[in-house]
Structures are given as C-alpha cells and as structure tokens.
C-alpha cells in the first residue's frame, strides 16, 4: 500500500515534469482554459451585480407596491395599445375612496424639459405625483417638505428636486425656497429628496422633479389623462386584494363586462420582481451556454495537445514499458499531465476572472458580485474537463504495444 | 537462486499477416545457466528479433513454455509480463533509449519507480548512483544524454539495466550505433559483470562482437542451428582511458 501511494508520487511528478519541459506549449494548452474559466467568472460576476442591482431596486419599491397602467384596448372590434391613456384622475380618486385594501394612490404624469434656475439649466424628467406619492416609495426629503394635498387640489407651482437637479441647478446645495423656471413657469421648490442611486434600468432615480399631478398637466404637458397610477396596498398579504377590487372599480367605471378585455394593467412588486427573475434567468442560461463552449474548446485543445504529445513521445512510453512500466501507471502520467494542465489552467483563470471583474468595478462602477459558487464550480469543470479530454489520449499511450513503441522514430 | 536463467522448450510464434502464417520461431529449444555469457546470433530474417521480443518478455510465444528464473512467464498478460520486465530484466539497446532531458542519475532510477521495492527517493538515488559507479560513469550523474557521448550513454542505459539487481541483462545491439574503440569498451564492462555473476544474453549480428562471449548460438530459420562454446575474446580494460573522457564531454558543449 505504501509503496504503490509512493508510486503514483513518482508518476506525478513524472507527468509534472513533462509539463516543465515544455513551459510555452503547455501554456497555451491552458490558455484555452484560462480564458474559458476568467470569462465564465467575470461575465457571471457582471450577471450577478446587475441581477442585485435590478432586484435591490424592485425590493425597494416595497412589497405593497401596485402599478396600474393603460393596457390594450378595443375599438372597433380591433385590439391594440394605441397609446391614448384611458386611465384619469378621477379612476385613481375612485380607488382610493372605493377600495379598502388600498392604502395610498397617486395618479402620475410625465414630461420632460429644460429646467433654469438663475443663469444655469438642466434638461431633466418631470414627474406629476400626488402627496401620496413619498408614503408609495418611501421616498422622504432631506430638506425642506413634500407637497401637501392643498397643493395638489390647487394645483401650485411648488416642486421637490431630485439631488442630482440640485447638484447641477444649486452647486452651493441652497435649494429649499428658491425658483425654477420649467417651460418658463416658475415652481417654488418645497424640498430636496433622499438620494436613491440608479433604478434597474440604469437610469439616475435622482435625476428628477417631482410636482403636483394637477400642476405639471395643466401647466406643463396639457394632458387631460394620466400615464398611470401608483399605488400601495394597505399590506404585503392585502396585494392580491387590492388588485381585485381595483380591478372591479375600474371595470365598472370604464364600462367592461366582467369576462371582457381589460383598458388597464396592473403588476404588483412581486410579479415585477417575477418577470425580471425570468429575465435573468435567461441571461444566466445564454451565458452557461457560452462558459460551456468556451470550456469544451479549451478541453478539445489539451486534448489535441495531448494526442500530439502521445505520438511525439511513443518512444519514451516504450521505453518506460520495456523497463517495467505498466499500462495503467503510463494512463496516470497522462492523465495527470492533462488534468494538472486543467487545473492549473483552471485556476490562472480564476485569478484572471476574478482580477477583471475587480477592474470593472474599480473602472467602470459597475456593480459586481463574485461569487465562491461560480469560482468553485468553474475550477470544478476545469478538472473534469482535463480528465474528461485527456482519457483518450492517455489511454491510447496505454494501449501501445511496447515493440512497435521502441521501434517508432 | 535455480540453476537455470533461462529455460526454453519448443518455443514456437507465428505471425498471421492477412492469408499468410509465418513461422518466425519453429520449436527453439534453449537453455541458459545462471553466470553464463551468451551471444545470439543470426541473419536477418532468421527468427532473432522475435526470440529477443520474448526472451525479455515484451511478446508472448504462440506455443512452447519459458521459464525465466524459475518463473513460466510464456502465459502471461500485459501487465504481468511488465512486472517480470521490471524484476528480472535488465534492458540495454541499441539506440541506449535514454529520456532526453532528464539527468543521467534519473534515467538510471526511472526502472525503480515501476517496481514493487517501495523505496524511498533516497534509497532509490543511493542505487542509481552506485549503478553508475559500476558502468564508471561517476561524477556524471546530472549530465543530460545530450552532454554524454555515444559511449557514455550506453553506460548510462547499461547502468539502468543493472539497477533493479534483475536475473539477467538483455543487450540488443548494443554496439550497433557505436564506432569499434567504444564497442570495446562497452563489451569490456559486460565483460565485466559477467565475471561478477551477472548473466548477459548479447542480440547480435556481429561476429566480432560475438566474440566477447562465451558462448553462441546462431539462429537460422525460427531454430538453433549452432550452439558453441568460444575462446572468449577478453577486453584489455587497462588500455581504456578513464570513463569521464573531458574531451568527449568538451565536444558536446
């Protein structure tokens, strides 16, 4: 026992040996596998810290969170999304007075424009909410107030900035009582909102002012409909509730037939959460595609190299037959060989992966998330690759006939 | 330790090549005592290469029995016939069939890592380098086969040969590839150890060479058709210059 625990020593370092002397081959044997397994783990890296980040938001909208928006309609017998709103404030004041399991409503509208305060301007989103808005997000402001209900009914010229508005049109960070002039009307600003970071989409959440519904569709877009309502039921276990008495609302008041197509849609956080999983999920699967072709060519490359290796070295293998060397101790050297190529392979590539995936979050500000699944499972495929792709051609070295083996030149 | 090394009784092998059978070794009888010097000698064609093949166990015959040191090794399988290589032969070959780039101290330990010894890497060295003491090669122990003559290889091969103490040596050729001052001396050093006990079977087709043994069969036709005793033609190893020739390994560098 002890001695054939010994051998299979020797033979190692025999089959490590091998690899020494042929330092530039083997390493571009590995090559294929260094990139193969440095590709899986930064782009899986990336995956996963875009997947956070997407998640991290939806989570932040909180698990009571509803949006309800215009949905396909019929007109003439034709169903499609034309793009005309059906959805009007006076639905969403509806739901809030009808349904119980709602706890906050707020209509929402959108525009865009230039916004100047004093010599600077700033090209930025325009968001009509109502005063229950900040209760929806639990979005606070860290200075001043939000907009009451007064201000809404009455429809104010008064607005709340995002810190990324205030940034550019307040470098010296006083903002709260001052004007800005959005389509030359001017808006008092009440306060400045929480910094939030970027939403799932990568878009800048800070990067916004927030106004009364009332005001931004009288003043600024003429709309007379609203692009779609937010709202929270009164708790997590409540959302399904919610939805079916807005559902019931809304059919009433637009005249739908209980069987019939809806004019709205509606998607609570969680099916968010679920629809962005499915996308994820997809993008995770392509990319296991990728790491396992990239992984199958690496293997095919140490397998070419080893079948050329076989043949270069026929006469040594006859040789170490002659003198006593079973077929199976040749098999083990290079099998060895092979597996050792995949492994080292295998681990430069996790250096290298895990290395760029640090560049591209020190560079980039990318978020990224590496994980010990991804480096274990990859390094664990590296080695089943080298045994996998170095059996053949180690056991093509076994099978050869000693004689013919000596004889070859 | 049986009187016999080798002991062969109508060893037959025939080779099937497609429709054809050819009988290379037609019932050979032979038998080798333990210390003896013996030259096989033969044409081409006349059935030696197959005899060589299956005297060091590398092929088995189609009928007839062998005994190796006692130890009937004509029905074994590959892996059996591997362990007896390793045990009982001492390979020396024509082409010295060193590995190249790898240290002449580590060619001569190479058998021992195949064997069943269970020695550690000190012991193993430890022989090695007694084994090149014994072809007189000592001080080149980390030479690589490139930096060594013709001549200093096959001391290293023959060294490999006698490193795991094996029944007998089984040379082949193996002054085929060496020019006639060095076949001296490397048949000076067989010499040598078959005066210490060791006993040496030479594959040749050189009479000359022949002639260091003391004795030679000459297969013809898959037999053995002589089978004499010879006036052994000793080798003055006086007149050898010292194993370490500097000017051999100037020449290589």
Known sequence: ?409 | MPQNVIEIHGLTKIYTMGEVEVRALAGLDLVVDSGEFLAVMGPSGSGKSTLMNILGCLDRPTAGSYLLDGVDVSKLDRDERAVIRNAKIGFVFQSFNLLARTSAVENVELPLIYGDLGWSRAERHQAAMHALDRVGLKGRENSHPSQLSGGQQQRVAIARALVTEPAMLLADEPTGNLDSRTSEEIMGIFQKLNDSGKTVVLITHEPDIAQHARRVVTVRDGIIQHDEKVEQHRVDLRGIPPPVAPVAAEATR
């Not at chain 1, 899986?44 to 932040?60: D, H, M, P, Q, R």
């Not at chain 1, 001043?144 to 010229?157: H, I, M, N, P, R």
Request: glycine share 10%; hydrophobic share 45%; with cysteine.
């Open chain 1, 1 to 409: 026992m002890r001695s054939s625990v010994m051998r299979l020593g020797n033979i190692t370092m025999v089959g490590l040996r091998a690899i020494a002397r042929n330092k530039m081959r083997s390493f571009l044997t590995a090559l294929g596998i260094i990139i193969g397994v440095g590709c899986v783990i930064a782009v899986v890296a990336i995956g996963n810290g875009a997947t956070k980040s997407v998640e991290n938001t939806i989570n932040s909208l909180g698990t009571n969170y509803i949006m309800l928006f215009p949905g396909a309609s019929t007109s003439s017998g034709a169903r499609m999304f034309t793009g005309n709103s059906t959805l009007t404030a006076d639905d969403a004041e509806a739901i809030k007075t009808e349904c119980p399991a709602v706890a906050y409503v707020s209509p929402t509208v959108r525009a865009a424009a230039q916004v100047v305060a004093g010599e600077l301007n700033w090209g930025t989103s325009i968001q009509g909410v109502s005063e229950d808005y900040p209760l929806i997000r639990s979005w606070n402001v860290s200075q001043g107030t939000f907009f009451s209900d007064q201000d809404v009914k009455s429809a104010s010229k008064v607005c709340v900035l995002g810190s990324t508005v205030v940034d550019n049109l307040f470098p010296n960070g006083e903002a709260v009582g001052q004007i800005v002039r959005i389509k030359n009307v001017p808006f008092k600003v009440l306060g400045v909102l929480d910094k939030k970071g970027g939403n799932m989409m990568g878009q800048d959440q800070d990067d916004t002012i927030i106004a009364p519904y009332t005001t931004v569709m009288k003043r600024l877009s003429g709309k007379t409909k609203i692009d779609m309502i937010q709202l929270s039921a009164v708790s997590a276990g409540q959302v399904q509730e919610a939805q079916n008495q807005i559902d019931g609302v809304l059919r009433q008041r637009h005249r739908i037939p209980p069987k019939g197509d809806a004019d709205f849609q509606m998607r609570s956080q969680e099916e968010i959460a679920q629809a962005s999983g499915q996308q994820t999920a997809i993008l995770r699967l392509l990319l296991l595609v990728i790491a396992a072709i990239s992984l199958l060519v690496g293997g095919i490359g140490i397998m070419n190299i080893m079948l050329v290796s076989v043949t270069e070295r026929t006469r040594e293998i006859g040789i170490r037959m002659a003198i006593g060397a079973k077929g199976r101790h040749v098999l083990l050297q290079f099998l060895f060989e092979a597996v050792t190529l995949a492994i080292v392979g295998g681990a430069l590539g996790i250096a290298f992966g895990v290395g760029a995936s640090l560049a591209v979050k020190h560079f980039l500000q990318w978020p990224i998330v590496v994980t010990t699944a991804s480096v274990v499972l990859s390094f664990g495929v590296a080695a089943f690759v080298g045994i996998f792709f170095g059996f053949y051609p180690a056991r093509k070295a076994a099978r050869l006939d000693p004689i013919d083996a000596l004889r070859y030149e």
